[in-house]
């Protein structure tokens, strides 16, 4: 090996063990990590089985889960799991973690915010916060896009809700060809030309907008806009209230919609901590529980028949032509969501209400087989993380009877405390070898 072949095995070496720490410092903490899934995976095949299944009913319509499990039971790891096998099929992703303030389920806008701010596209790298922007640009010079959203008819939006035109997406890309691409309004001679601080600030308006974030009202960016490009257009308003679920679906779907229509599988919504639903105000509690509805009907409710409710229970919130979204836009779906709840009362009446039996699934518990074979991956990611350290073949073997011992006393109860009990562990025989023996002593008196 020459000298410039071995400095670039070194430096690929050096990643992936810098990768392999970071990995092992988030299961010292009882977190996810964001890569590597597959080194400490187990007992999760029926699960997945489960996912796959509803993947290609995504790619055919549309798909909803709920995965319930206790804590530690490996659901926030699931969720993760699911997003890497959706990305590797051609999905977009978004994920939420629920919490009462930021994004509490009983505020749509909240949570669309989060969901739109962590797309996540499978040709592009992760890690990077683009939000709708990639999707816009694909969308924005797409033939079948630019007929399937009526982006060049001179109609206004305001015919064809369930298909055709969408009320946001369709004047959204109006907007953006004219301040990206130049494209001149239906009567006028001259394409619009706009210098470059111009450009950036219409586009800022108009992501803000689409986006959810905090702006000016839509009545001024709809004035800022025409003013600019020479559109009339109408940007249309999203306001964070409660009853705005079935509205911020159908924007949801139009999105799923969009994904398929660039040449992605779709879009693949998923949803942490459901059980924060239980943590609301009784009236919260009420708006929370619509929007599950809202979710699942976004997902699958081409079919009536698959959701235990009626299209009459979203019926809730806007004026005007807002009144009139449907809860779902189009019906070539595409959208897969999945929530993740620890079980409690209040949220298994909440799922039950909204999602079809078959939708909801518990997590498996992981049998003793399991937890060995977890021993064995987080131990074999201890030596690549740290390949200094001298773990001995003989060490896995006993600390596979050590956790067999502590989850048979109750001591670990979830593969999180598995994982963490082994990282510390290991770390002690590594950094602090002569206080094994304590340590196991004490471990003997724990479980026997």
Known sequence: MNATAKKLVDAIDGEE????????????????????????TVGREAEMEVVDADLQKTKEGGAVRAFLGEYGAGKTHLLELIRERARAQNFVTARVVLNPEETAPSHPKRVYRE????????????????????????????????ERFEVLSTEKTRENLDEGAHLYLTPALRYFRSIELGEKNAGRRKKVKLDDDARSHGLSLLFNWLEGHPTISNVEIDDELRHMVGRQDRIYSMKDYRPWARIYGYIISGLATLTRQVGYSGLVVLIDEAEFYALLSSQN?????????????????GDE???????????????????????????????????????????????AGALPEDGITEISRLEMEDYRALVSRVTAHYRHGRP???????????LSKVVSGLLHSGYIENPRQAMKFVVEFLDLATFRPEDMRQVVGDLREIYG
Do not use: C
Request: net charge negative.
């Open 388 to 398: 200094g350290a001298n773990i001995a073949e003989a060490m896995e073997g006993a």
């Open 115 to 146: 969901l739109v701010r962590s797309l996540e596209y499978p040709d592009i790298p992760t890690g990077q916060a683009l939000g709708l922007t990639p999707l816009i640009e694909k969308a924005a010079t797409n033939d079948e896009v630019l």
């Open 17 to 40: 063990s810098h990768r392999a720490l970071l990995t092992l410092e988030a299961l010292r903490l009882g977190v996810v990590p964001d890569t590597d899934l597959g080194a400490y």
């Open 305 to 351: 028949s698959l959701v235990p409710f009626s299209r009459e229970e979203l019926e809730l919130g806007g004026m005007g032509i807002l009144r009139d979204l449907p809860p779902r836009y189009g019906r070539q779906g595409g959208l897969y969501t999945v929530f993740a709840m620890t079980p409690n009362t209040q949220g298994l009446d909440a799922l």
């Open 285 to 301: 509690r009420e708006f929370a529980r619509i929007l599950l509805k809202a979710l699942a009907w976004a997902s699958i409710g």
